[in-house]
């Protein structure tokens, strides 16, 4: 097999289909360059003191783990020195992070969960990074947040890496989604999986189901559905799967089809959801439609959501078409 690298991979868009122009080729290498830096302190795990609490919490009052903050860290510093960026914003960030000297030249504004699946880094399951580049608006002089309040559907690039048992990291550019798995000898992304497709049918879903008691009636009626199996009214049976880092199952989904919830529900109506929209539910939702599924909010296209705040949570399905419309459409009537 002829190997390609992320590089030659993205030179070739550059040049040939003309898709992503330099500046935001070297920025999506940076990012990548950056998820490798992660990727081995992930490996490394008690051995380089990563794991556990740190004594703070972020922006949004949840504990942050050491990982977290060193992951944060990692992308900020590699973006100060190499991106064409602007500025970035991060779940571990209050608001945004500018770059002295950048702007207005910079042209790129990053947004990034650094960790994705907190709660499984020190029992060693999948976790992984997801990021978003946006356009600076035209004529931006010193960005502010008002900046980032884009829609998804103007994002330029979007992916995730996946600290699993390989190292991954998918991408889109805006067309199709391809997948790089990271020799960690030779210290490079190499392509394994060109133009990703999710399966339109699936007979498998994801959601934390201990919430079951607080979804909204039309989640209710959709898993009951699944749950009843071949003699209700899907007349299939339905297998689950939960890992509890959005990354590994979007990545599952991705390969093998199925559907992902996180919906709203009845406790906190300030809190639609737990996911945060302009670093996971965008990105998450860009690269899934670009494998031929679908990503909605309940209403309407994730990446249709004009946004209000940089750490705002949506509720989020997304997948196989056919799941995820069914569902959409008990929402809607
Ligand atoms: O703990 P729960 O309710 O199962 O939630 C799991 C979800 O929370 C998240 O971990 C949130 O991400 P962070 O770890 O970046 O906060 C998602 O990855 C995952 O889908
Ligand atoms: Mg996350
Ligand atoms: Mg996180």
Not at 20 to 29: S, V
Not at 291 to 318: C, N
Request: net charge negative; proline share 5%.
């Amino acid at each position: 097999m002829k190997r390609i690298s992320l590089t030659q991979y993205l030179v070739e868009e550059q040049r040939q289909n003309n898709s992503i122009p330099a500046e935001l080729r070297l920025l999506i290498e940076v990012v990548a360059r950056a998820c490798k830096t992660i990727s081995h302190a992930v490996g490394k795990g008690a051995l380089g003191e990563v794991l556990g609490t740190a004594t703070t919490e972020n922006v949004q009052g949840e504990v942050q783990k050491k990982l977290d903050i060193i992951s944060n860290e990692i992308l900020l510093e590699a973006n100060e020195w190499g991106g064409h960026l602007a500025a970035m914003a991060s779940e571990e960030m209050e608001t945004i992070h500018k770059i002295p000297n950048r702007y207005p030249k910079g042209e790129y504004l990053l947004t990034f969960d650094p960790l994705d699946g907190s709660s499984n880094i020190d029992v060693n399951v999948s976790i992984g990074t997801i990021f978003s580049v946006l356009k600076a608006p035209e004529g931006m002089t010193e960005p502010t947040e008002q900046d980032f309040l884009q829609p998804g559907s103007r994002q330029v690039a979007a992916g995730y890496a996946v600290y699993g048992p390989q190292t991954m990291l998918v991408l889109t550019t805006g067309n199709g989604v391809n997948c790089f798995t990271l020799d960690r000898e030779m210290g490079s992304w190499v392509l394994t999986q060109r133009d990703m497709q999710i399966p339109a049918k699936t007979r498998e879903f994801s959601i934390n189901a201990s919430n079951a008691r607080h979804w909204h009636a039309p989640v209710q009626r959709y898993v009951n559905e699944l749950l009843a199996g071949e003699t209700g009214p899907r007349g299939s049976n339905f297998n689950m799967r939960w890992v509890a880092s959005m990354v590994a199952d979007v990545h599952r989904i991705l390969n093998r089809g199925g559907i992902f919830m996180y919906p709203a529900d009845t406790r906190d109506t300030s809190m639609p959801g737990k996911l945060r929209l302009m670093y996971e539910a965008n990105p998450m939702a860009f690269i899934v439609e670009q494998a031929g599924g679908v990503a909605t909010d309940g209403q309407q296209r994730i990446l249709d959501i004009q946004p209000t705040k940089l750490h705002q949570r949506v509720p989020v399905f997304l997948g196989s078409r056919e799941e995820v419309e069914v569902v959409t459409g008990y929402h809607q009537g």
